[in-house]
């Protein structure tokens, strides 16, 4: 079996979904117009340093991942539904570069718990001026059209997704 992996912001894994260049996609459910084999929702906590306090006389500075990101897409709508000034300080399409940023005083950032290190970064709560927590539904899709390998890898996959099963 051979496995080429593609890592990629959610839009561009939209597209590639769309002209078929993929047998297997995990990706938000947002970005495809086809039924997903299993769903499950990833909770975003808006983060800082341990010792970041939040001015609220002056713009939130973020850390986000690069445009064109659905997560810094969502967060920024909340930013501004919340009437709460924001800049983006850094962006990158690198979570480590992102915690690393965020670790290091430069600004909040909307991470998944699971990488959110609680040594070195704390959870934001509403009160610090931060909207609610947003939460993204994502989707393991793979087209009718599957060998027996495709099945063995989305039977892999399976094994680690905390997910509900699709329609």
Same mark, same amino acid.
């Given at each position: 079996? !051979?496995?080429?992996?593609?890592?990629?912001?959610s +839009?561009? #894994?939209?597209?590639?979904? !769309?002209?078929?260049?993929?047998?297997?996609?995990? =990706?938000?459910?947002?970005? &495809?117009?086809?039924?997903?084999?299993?769903?499950?929702?990833?909770?975003?906590?808006? &983060?800082?340093?341990?010792?970041? +306090?939040?001015?609220?006389?002056?713009?939130?500075?973020?850390?986000?991942?690069?445009?064109?990101?659905?997560?810094?897409?969502?967060?920024? =709508?909340?930013?501004?539904?919340?009437?709460?000034?924001?800049?983006?300080?850094? !962006?990158?399409? !690198?979570?480590?570069?992102?915690?690393?940023?965020?670790e290091?005083? #430069?600004?909040?950032?909307?991470?998944?718990?699971?990488?959110?290190?609680?040594?070195?970064?704390? +959870?934001?709560?509403?009160?610090?001026? &931060?909207?609610?927590?947003?939460?993204?539904?994502?989707?393991?899709?793979?087209h009718?059209?599957?060998?027996?390998?495709?099945?063995?890898?989305?039977?892999?996959?399976?094994?680690?997704?905390? =997910?509900?099963?699709?329609?």
């Open positions: 079996m !051979s496995l080429d992996v593609v890592v990629e912001h +839009v561009s #894994l939209g597209r590639l979904w !769309s002209e078929d260049g993929l047998d297997i996609m995990i =990706a938000p459910t947002s970005v &495809v117009v086809a039924d997903a084999l299993i769903t499950w929702n990833v909770n975003l906590q808006w &983060v800082c340093d341990l010792d970041y +306090v939040p001015d609220q006389e002056r713009p939130l500075d973020l850390v986000a991942f690069a445009a064109p990101c659905l997560w810094r897409r969502r967060m920024i =709508a909340a930013l501004v539904a919340a009437g709460r000034e924001h800049r983006v300080a850094l !962006s990158s399409h !690198s979570v480590t570069a992102l915690q690393a940023a965020i290091n005083g #430069l600004g909040i950032g909307l991470l998944p718990p699971e990488s959110v290190r609680t040594g070195s970064m704390r +959870v934001l709560k509403t009160s610090a001026g &931060v909207p609610e927590p947003l939460t993204v539904q994502y989707g393991l899709y793979a009718d059209r599957r060998t027996p390998v495709v099945d063995a890898a989305i039977d892999v996959l399976l094994k680690d997704i905390p =997910a509900t099963p699709g329609p």
